[in-house]
């Protein structure tokens, strides 16, 4: 059946169906959000004499929440005006709307009761084939359906969505025993290629795979804490970025998610799987039953695990609780002699090796954490997946881990962990004795660049679905053709070549620009084209001002010259390449890596892209070529029926206010994408793939090289009083500091060509070369080497 989603019904409009409401729109689906009408009027209502039949009283619940939602931090949409394809109603008058609609999601309060009357009306109005899911988290799937049609049944299932749905990848499709095959494949399609979601089939059993391991894995860590006397500072330590996992780490996430939710859930786990033979780990400890008691219950109630507060001077401070005392006090910082050893190895695998051999309290936490995770992961194999990979991918999109528990369990070696927790005390399912008995030593692997795993029932690797589709670069690393200390390049098959680089926060210094000179150069020689991407967290935080800051403070200006040259002409070697050059962003793609993405023959971003020329923060103008290409782009953007400097002010401002995309989508509104040119991918995952196809279209559509631009027309002193005028209007509004503006006016005088007296064709060469002057002067300036110092000791500028 070839099945297309133009409109889709939301109904309930709380925090989760609204942002799922604003998720659809965001990728283009027209959508109704509907709830209930409200029963009695408020008194500002009643003060207008309107009533409860009046069309702003009836759509009140339903409206302010959508209006809540759009103005919440992080937004909830990938732009503002994508809004406007949600339109509200409410249950009473509207939903027979839903006849129109191809797909209605059900968001409603967690009631078994209220879900089954909502359904019920449903019926009356959906047509034929519509599809029906319910977001219920914790609901049995099948009990919803009771009652309901055949059609009805056939094309009902549980899709979970995790909040926020914008940034959280995971979508669980749980169908029941009535719903259609190809309702649940349509689904899992869809989820993954239009929504952008890691979409994970599930059982429908309590909970379903992230909530029943996340909560699990929570709940044992709280276990943990009055078992080992821990406190809330030295779990947060120790459950963070330094194993894995979020910067929420463990008590902070369940200030977010709500302290009573995760006792719910907990309970839920408890009271409905009598057979889970760690049952006693949801078990809620005294102290945490205090804190919901006092409706502690994290953000919701303005405190829980932490608080915030004023301190003497005014300024903000969190406070942490002591679960012995119950009184609120300043956070510690702990400090754990193998924690500071491993803090220092920026490769988890070795970090984690590191943390499990320590023979202090945290190697101690880390082990039985660790065994107790991978214990209860094996157990759940076959009850709530037949395939072990699925655990993983729930919980590294769901729950934001890094990695995941069969492939922590990988790192640590499966056979020695397996034996270790055994004399721990931890019990393995038997399937993986079977393995290991059967010489089979890992649960995944990778084989000619795709990764395979453990198929329990036919006792065999087999590859992930969609492997085709969803390229890793790390996964090549048996393809590669040429490295250095920070690079790699990969042969990714079909003649492309990808180049990735292991940089801490991504950033691009000599070896980098070695990198992508040699991988072109390379691919020049004998395959179809570059490229560039990664895999960890962010693509890139731009040049390595480490480096800067080193050569300026030394005064060493002729290595510092050398250095910029080196970049610009990394960067015009990505525009002027006898190759197609693509590269594919996700995350930070700041500074230098934005110039390179403006250089690029085209980019594919993650839609998740934060994109920008930030480098006016640090006192210096972008000087890899991003100045000299907003110059170039201002240039042709220039027409007939507008005064020429109004596109060039428009550039100028993007830099100056150092703006970042909040989206891959914003970023083609602040000229750094090109809509003829650069395509954006959803889906995270997919990027690498979508890039490789993009060099491969163009190299069969007849690539050639461009040519140098000798005509870009820059307008001289007539732009540049405007600019300096608009500078100084900044500086007198007080958005702009001294320093700012001798930085901005740096920026105008690049921008402009330099102080010419009339319009003027020029080269690209000439603008770059106006670019690195400049750069290298605002690098002997005091102001600027006192903000990058600060960047570099606290990762925020000063302002001076």
């Known amino acids: 059946m070839n099945r297309i989603i133009k409109k889709v ?36 209502e009643s003060a207008k004499k309107l009533t409860l039949e009046h069309p702003a009283v009836r759509n009140r619940i339903v409206n302010e929440s959508l209006a809540a939602a759009l103005k919440s931090n992080p937004s909830p949409v990938y732009m503002k005006e994508v809004a406007s394809r949600i339109k509200t109603g409410n249950f009473t008058d509207d939903l027979k709307n839903i006849v129109s609609c191809d797909w209605v999601i059900e968001v409603v309060v967690e009631r078994l009761d209220i879900k089954q009357q909502i359904f019920a009306e449903v019926e009356k109005y959906r047509k034929p084939g519509t599809l029906i899911t319910s977001n219920t988290s914790g609901i049995p799937i099948h009990l919803m359906a009771e009652g309901r049609s055949e059609d009805f049944k056939k094309h009902f299932c549980g899709t979970h969505f995790f909040n926020p749905p914008r940034y959280l990848r ?3 499709i749980i169908p029941t025993p009535y719903t259609d095959e ?5 689904l899992m399609h869809y989820g993954d290629l239009h929504l952008g979601k890691t979409t994970v089939l599930c059982k429908d059993t309590p909970a379903f795979i992230a909530n029943r391991v996340g909560v699990y894995s929570v709940m044992s ?22 194993i894995g996992r979020p910067k929420s780490a463990t008590f902070r996430t369940s200030d977010v998610v709500g302290i009573d939710t995760l006792v719910k859930v907990a309970k839920g786990v408890a009271d409905n799987c009598p057979k889970d033979e760690q049952r006693g780990a949801f078990a809620i400890p005294a102290w945490l039953d205090k804190v919901v008691a006092n409706n502690w219950l994290g953000d919701k109630t303005g405190q829980g695990f932490f608080k915030k507060t004023k301190g003497a001077g005014g300024e903000k401070e969190i406070l942490t609780l002591n679960l012995q005392t119950m009184e609120y006090g300043p956070r510690q910082r702990p400090k754990f002699a193998s924690v500071e050893a491993a803090k220092a190895v920026d490769d988890l695998y070795t970090r984690l090796r590191m943390l499990m051999q320590g023979a202090d309290k945290a190697g101690e936490f880390c082990r039985k954490f660790h065994y107790g995770l991978f214990s209860y992961v094996s157990h759940r194999i076959p009850e709530i997946s037949d395939e072990l990979y699925r655990v993983d991918d729930a919980m590294m999109a769901g729950f934001g881990w890094e990695i995941g528990a069969f492939e922590s369990w990988d790192v640590l070696g499966v056979e020695a962990a397996a034996k270790k927790m055994k004399e721990a005390g931890y019990s393995v399912a038997g399937w993986v004795d079977e393995m290991l008995a059967a010489g089979i ?33 790390k996964n090549f690393a048996g393809q590669t053709v040429w490295k250095n200390s920070a690079c790699n390049v990969y042969h990714l098959g079909d003649d492309v070549l990808g180049l990735e680089w292991n940089t801490k926060m991504g950033t691009i210094g000599g070896e980098v620009l070695e990198g992508i000179q040699r991988g072109i150069g390379m691919a020049e020689e004998k395959y179809k084209g570059l490229v560039v991407a990664g895999d960890g967290a962010n693509f890139s935080a731009g040049a390595n001002v480490g480096l800067i800051f080193m050569l300026a ?23 002027y390449s006898a190759v197609p050059v693509v590269v594919a962003p996700h995350g930070l793609t700041l500074g230098g890596a934005c110039e390179m993405s403006l250089h690029a023959d085209r980019v594919v971003p993650a839609a998740e892209s934060y994109i920008g020329l930030v480098e006016l923060g640090v006192g210096l103008i972008p000087g890899g070529g991003g100045t000299k290409e907003f110059a170039l782009r201002a240039a042709d953007e220039m027409h007939d029926g507008e005064p020429e400097t109004i596109t060039l002010k428009n550039r100028f401002f993007t830099i100056a206010t150092a703006k970042v995309s909040t989206s891959a989508y914003e970023a083609f509104d602040l000229g750094i994408l090109k809509k003829d040119r650069d395509i954006v991918s959803i889906n995270q995952g997919r990027r690498v793939a979508e890039a490789k196809s993009a060099v491969i279209e163009l190299y069969n559509d007849g690539y050639t090289m461009p040519v140098l631009r000798k005509d870009v027309r820059v307008l001289g002193r007539s732009a540049l009083g405007m600019l300096y005028s608009g500078i100084h209007s900044m500086w007198r509004g007080q958005y702009a500091t001294d320093h700012d503006v001798v930085v901005a006016k740096k920026l105008a005088y690049v921008m402009c060509g330099g102080d010419l007296s009339e319009p003027a064709l020029v080269s690209e060469q000439y603008l770059l070369d106006l670019e690195r002057e400049a750069f290298l002067s605002l690098c002997g300036e005091k102001k600027t080497l006192e903000r990058i110092q600060s960047v570099l000791k606290g990762g925020k500028p000063v302002r001076n």
């Open 170 to 172: 995971l979508l669980e």
């Open 182 to 186: 190809e309702v649940t494949r349509f």
């Open 9 to 44: 019904a939301v109904l309930g409009s709380g925090v989760m169906g609204s942002r799922i409401a604003c998720h659809f729109a965001g990728i283009g689906v027209q959508t109704l959000l509907l709830d209930i009408a409200p029963k009695e009027l408020t008194p500002a």
């Open 553 to 575: 403070i030394e005064q060493d200006y002729d290595e510092l010259d050398m250095a910029v040259r080196q970049f610009q002409q990394t960067m015009m070697r990505v525009r």
């Open 221 to 242: 860590i709280f276990h943990l804490v009055d078992e080992m006397g821990l406190t809330i500072d030295e779990v947060e330590a120790l459950t963070g970025p330094l």
């Open 441 to 473: 030593k890992t649960f995944y692997k990778v084989e000619n660049g795709k990764r395979l795993y453990y198929d329990i029932p036919s006792r065999q690797y087999v590859a992930l679905p969609g492997g085709e589709a969803f390229l890793v670069m």
